[in-house]
């Protein structure tokens, strides 16, 4: 007999889109199944998998079901969505990415990006929208000086984006480990304004309230970031013509030990 309390457990960390994803993952893997084996996998009981088969089938999956004692669900292989589900965070990742290979030079089909990303954007509600282009107008994207070091340049950390969500959209400060130009590890926790780009290198630019001053954090050295709940800050004017944007200090020292006041390191 089925665990139900495990199921609700198991329900309780699992969101709709992730199960239906779970569900569409079983459906595909068996060929045929049954509403109380899905049930059994996905930790859910039988009336939400019925429901979420519903909700499939508006999306535009084909799933055949057939009546009768020992009956069960097919998936037919040559159906696919027809509407989008993609979460913000995603199309801001896209969109981020296009923007990054646009500043880089290298995006020569950047018309039919634009009309690819202008299509997912009309599919999004509307609430999803402003979140969209409030995330959108955060973002400033240049190129990166020529003096810049490259040499120590690594992987940016996955949970960065969800962070970042949650702290540009709610207006949340953001807390990480920060790796220095010199290796030196310390903690931070500050007021996330905007996202600069200089490919290949990104930048948080933040407001730090202990220093009373904007501060440039090179995404690749943030390590645990995680935005604080129960805080709150106010958007503030963010100079890149002046101490945001590295590129004339850089130029103007023409050397490369550290970075000049104000400039990301």
Not at 30 to 49: H, K, Y
Not at 62 to 80: F, K, N, Y
Not at 82 to 98: D, K, M, Q, S, Y
Not at 139 to 157: A, F, I
């Amino acid at each position: 007999m089925p665990n139900f309390v495990t199921f609700n457990c198991k329900a309780a960390r699992m969101s709709i889109r992730h199960r239906q994803d779970a569900i569409l993952r079983n459906l595909r893997r068996r060929g045929t199944t049954t509403v109380e084996e899905l049930a059994q996998d996905v930790g859910v009981s039988r009336r939400t998998i019925l429901r979420d088969i519903g909700a499939l089938r508006d999306d535009g999956f084909v799933i055949h079901s057939d009546v009768g004692r020992g009956g069960g669900l097919q998936l037919d292989p040559q159906s696919m969505q027809t509407t989008a589900r993609l979460l913000v965070p995603e199309v801001f990742a896209l969109l981020l990415g296009v923007a990054a290979m646009r500043a880089a030079g290298n995006l020569p089909f950047s018309d039919l990006a634009d009309a690819g990303l202008a299509k997912i954007e009309k599919s999004l509600p509307r609430d999803k929208v402003r979140e969209l282009r409030a995330f959108l107008d955060c973002l400033h994207v240049g190129k990166l000086s020529p003096l810049q070091d490259l040499s120590d340049m690594g992987k940016m950390d996955t949970a960065l984006l969800p962070a970042f969500e949650a702290a540009f959209l709610g207006l949340q400060m953001v807390q990480f480990d920060y790796r220095d130009a010199k290796g030196r590890m310390t903690q931070r926790l500050v007021e996330p304004q905007a996202m600069l780009i200089l490919p290949p290198l990104w930048y948080l630019v933040a407001w730090d309230p202990t220093r009373e001053d904007f501060r440039h954090f090179r995404m690749d050295r943030i390590r645990r970031p995680v935005a604080v709940d129960g805080s709150r800050f106010r958007r503030r004017s963010v100079p890149f013509d002046s101490d945001v944007c590295p590129y004339s200090a850089l130029e103007a020292t023409q050397t490369k030990k550290g970075a000049p006041k104000g400039a990301p390191s």
